[in-house]
């Protein structure tokens, strides 16, 4: 993306055995409490329990950036009370994780139309960002009131507004810098609990090649053993961004072409390291 980052539709990026930034949807809140006979807000108070484990997860496994989406420009929608709730349980939040992050060496970053938030939660999120901003070992993005057509449509505002002589002839490099995670590389993996399989308007620009991963979990009950589920499904995929299999592997596919008969060509899943070998070519 921005800076020293690569948007995947205009270059290559590097991949690794562990994904180096992870998005998540943390989806189920609402129903792990009705299964237990609770008010849906234990399952949001319990939600974040998850969220301060899946932190300690991350930097355990050297995963550099972790996007949660916590409250969608949609979610205004739900019950005021909840609302209401939720508002104040992210107050709550940042006034008991801040100074742990902090000590943990996180960077806090908040993305979103965060005008519509009251002025105590504001100041929460500014001393929270100024607080931890040279921290390295893991950014942790809190997207609220964030919707992916808004941060597509913020962006193209914002660039019109600094270069309106290039109207009609912007490219993805003029606009990659006004998204409101250009501080960050895209996401290698795409995580969402609580059995539901859409993206729900979350990162639509940045997710264009993120690997994708559901599961029924529900958020409560998401701990470290099902991110390493998550993580070995990763390591599954054959991450091509538009390439062929043959292409990924081309010592793999010569040393198969070497001991080929003569005439023969091998198949594309003989290119393929041993572990994809039986995954279907999508």
Not at 4 to 16: E, H, L, N, R, W
Not at 23 to 29: E, F, T
Not at 177 to 195: K, V, W
Not at 272 to 277: I, M, V
Request: a neutral charge.
């Amino acid at each position: 993306m921005a800076g020293k980052f690569t948007s995947s539709t205009q270059a290559i990026p590097d991949v690794g055995d562990v994904p180096r930034h992870l998005a998540v949807i943390m989806d189920g809140n609402g129903r792990w409490a009705q299964k237990r006979f609770l008010p849906r807000i234990a399952g949001h108070k319990r939600g974040v329990e998850t969220v301060r484990a899946l932190v300690k997860a991350c930097i355990a496994r050297d995963i550099g950036y972790l996007t949660l989406f916590a409250f969608s420009s949609e979610n205004w929608r739900r019950p005021v009370e909840e609302v209401a709730f939720l508002m104040n349980l992210f107050v709550s939040a940042l006034q008991g994780e801040i100074g742990r992050l902090h000590a943990n060496g996180v960077r806090l970053r908040v993305v979103g139309d965060l005008v519509a938030f009251e002025p105590r939660l504001l100041a929460l999120i500014r001393e929270g960002e100024a607080l931890t901003a040279n921290n390295t070992r893991l950014t942790l993005t809190i997207a609220a009131n964030y919707g992916g057509r808004w941060d597509v449509l913020q962006a193209i505002n914002q660039l019109s507004l600094a270069h309106p002589e290039k109207i009609g002839h912007y490219s993805e490099a003029d606009l990659a810098p006004h998204l409101a995670m250009a501080y960050a590389p895209e996401p290698d993996l795409f995580i969402r609990t609580g059995g539901e399989q859409r993206i729900s308007n979350f990162l639509l620009w940045q997710l264009a090649y993120t690997e994708f991963y559901f599961t029924d979990t529900l958020w409560p009950d998401f701990d470290a053993a099902a991110l390493d589920v998550a993580i070995a499904s990763y390591r599954r995929r054959e991450r091509r961004f538009g390439r062929t299999s043959e292409q990924l592997v081309p010592s793999a596919a010569a040393s198969s072409l070497a001991n080929s008969p003569a005439g023969v060509s091998p198949t594309p899943t003989q290119c393929l390291p041993q572990d994809d070998a039986t995954r279907a070519d999508v």
